[in-house]
């Protein structure tokens, strides 16, 4: 696989207002959660950087 990625780089982590902490807004199966959640994983397959400057590359 490849390298190991950070959640808090990614687009899917966001902050949940209500319970005021991140959540990972994919919806994991049973197998993929329990996965993420032993840390057995060595690169999130569903990972996409969050580039906040990337729709104003588009415009340009």
Do not use: H
């Not at 959640?7 to 919806?27: A, L, P, Q, R």
């Not at 032993?38 to 950087?49: A, D, H, I, K, M």
């Amino acid at each position: 696989m490849g390298t190991k990625t950070s959640c808090d780089c990614c687009s899917n982590y966001v902050y949940d207002e209500e319970y005021e902490y991140y959540v990972c807004e994919v919806n994991l199966d049973e197998d993929e959660m329990m996965r993420f959640m032993t840390s057995n994983v060595q690169s999130c397959p569903y990972f996409r950087l969050d580039d906040e400057y990337q729709i104003v590359r588009k415009q340009m």
